[in-house]
């Protein structure tokens, strides 16, 4: 039987990278969208390696509707993850409408591309911050908690999940499954993939990392009079394979519901169970029989004492339960940090947009360049048609435009798989150098 074809959109990041091997390993073929913006092709270099399997890339931007129709064209996408986003909250306070852009525009994009293409499955990546600042008397929180998000981050996912939520009423027969995740941390057992975040971490676990590591002075515990039992923040935290494993369950849970002519489920992914800052300090502490420097902060404005999730419905809906420990989870983080200490090391020279120009761009590997009806230029009979796409860029900056060459088979033809680097020339004779639109890794 030919295998079930899912497009993970960010799927080069930390939880969409191991969702992907998760993927690989239960049989699906895969297709990654991802500006890698927050990542690093080496993480699916990686899994390749991991699974023996191949994974088609293609760098690009959710909001472009021209590159998502050219993966809806180019494979028979049976459903889609979506965990392209950016997901600093206090980022977000800074930047609402860069946030509104990438989470709420991009997710819009999407659906519409999905719509246009008859793909009836979605999982999407929500979080526990849309509930906000829990109510005082909750213990555990569950789906049916108010959602009072209480910045841009956790207020474009609530809209998304709206959105989706809409459109699964009005777009038969899609299956949607939005899934709220707690806290995910650690990593892949390899200690081949993990979390590798550009810039300043947000979260706990990089941040005491880095501490470990040197690279950072001291930890900054924000707040050590909450009600908890050591004074420190408790929040729950899911080991990030347990994570990835509890997506492919959801995409089950999606094709069921597609199957019964459609519906929409909201569940919440995370163990149950409450951790402190303090007691994943101590666990860390003594996997590593190290001391790890700590300062006591003030607590951050809007911050919370506890945050933990009610997973019941996840356990019995998925027939799921994440079942790591936090001793696996520090023990996974740790040893990805010790085997990338810089993080993931590109051994591809990603061309970037600014580098078309030049006569020649060195991409090692083979590459699959792929797109739609193209027309024939100067250069190579391969080249039918250039499309002008907008270059990736930070969130802050301008749009900027480009053109860039996209290569693909006559329609219905499987696409080119490129040994060997070639220039090609623009239909009005500005010589373009070929930039990985899609890459085949294997
Ligand atoms: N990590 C967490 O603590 C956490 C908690 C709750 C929810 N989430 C959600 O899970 C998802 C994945 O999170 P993660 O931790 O893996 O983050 P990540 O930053 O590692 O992964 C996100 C990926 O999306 C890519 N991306 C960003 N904007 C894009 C765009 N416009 N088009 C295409 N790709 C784009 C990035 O390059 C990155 O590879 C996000 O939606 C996030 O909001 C994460």
Request: proline share 7%.
């Amino acid at each position: 039987m030919d295998k079930k074809h899912v497009l993970v959109t960010g799927g080069a990041g930390y939880i969409g990278s191991h969702t992907v091997l998760e993927l690989l390993q239960t049989g699906y073929e895969v297709v990654v969208l991802d500006t890698l913006s927050n990542s690093s092709i080496e993480s699916l270099k990686n899994v390749c390696k991991l699974t023996q399997s191949r994974v088609y890339f293609y760098q690009g931007d959710l909001a472009d509707a021209e590159i998502l129709d050219a993966i809806f064209r180019n494979h028979p996408i049976w459903a889609v993850i979506h965990f392209a986003a950016l997901k600093s909250a206090p980022e977000s306070v800074a930047r609402p409408l860069d946030y509104y852009r990438v989470n709420v525009d991009g997710s819009v994009s999407l659906l519409e591309a999905m719509t246009r293409h008859h793909v009836h499955r979605l999982v999407f990546s929500s979080t526990a911050a849309v509930y906000g600042k829990p109510d005082p008397n909750t213990t555990l929180i569950d789906e049916s908690h108010p959602t009072r998000p209480e910045n841009p981050y956790g207020r474009s996912k609530r809209m998304v999940e709206t959105i989706i939520e809409d459109t699964t009423r009005a777009v038969r027969p899609l299956g949607s499954v939005v899934l709220r995740y707690f806290n995910p941390v650690g990593a892949h057992e390899s200690g081949l993939i993990g979390e590798d975040p550009k810039g300043r971490p947000g979260n706990l676990m990089p941040l005491l990392l880095q501490v470990m590591t040197q690279s950072r002075k001291h930890l900054e515990i924000t707040g050590t009079d909450w009600p908890t039992p050591d004074g420190s923040g408790m929040r729950d935290f899911i080991h990030v394979v347990d994570l990835a494993k509890g997506h492919v369950k959801a995409l089950e849970h999606a094709d069921r519901l597609c199957m019964a002519n459609g519906g929409f489920d909201t569940l919440n992914m995370g163990t149950g169970a409450g951790t402190t800052v303090l007691q994943m300090i101590r666990c860390m502490e003594s996997l590593t029989n190290s001391t790890i420097p700590y300062v006591k902060g003030p607590r951050r404005v809007g911050d919370v004492a506890a945050v933990v999730a009610d997973p019941h419905r996840a356990q019995k809906i998925l027939k799921w339960k994440a079942t790591r420990g936090l001793e696996m989870m520090c023990a996974d983080a740790w040893r990805f940090r010790q085997m990338n200490p810089e993080g993931y090391v590109s051994t591809i020279n990603m061309p970037s947009a600014d580098s078309l120009t030049s006569p020649r761009a060195s991409i090692p590997g083979n590459y699959v360049f792929v797109s739609e009806s193209l027309t024939p230029t100067e250069g190579s009979p391969l080249v039918r048609r250039a499309v002008s796409l907008k270059a990736n860029r930070p969130p802050n900056e301008p749009v900027k435009t480009t053109n860039r060459i996209i290569l693909s088979g006559m329609s219905g033809e499987p696409p080119f798989l490129l040994q060997d680097r070639d220039q090609f020339s623009h239909p009005r004779g500005v010589p373009i150098a070929l930039t990985p639109v899609s890459t085949s890794l294997q």
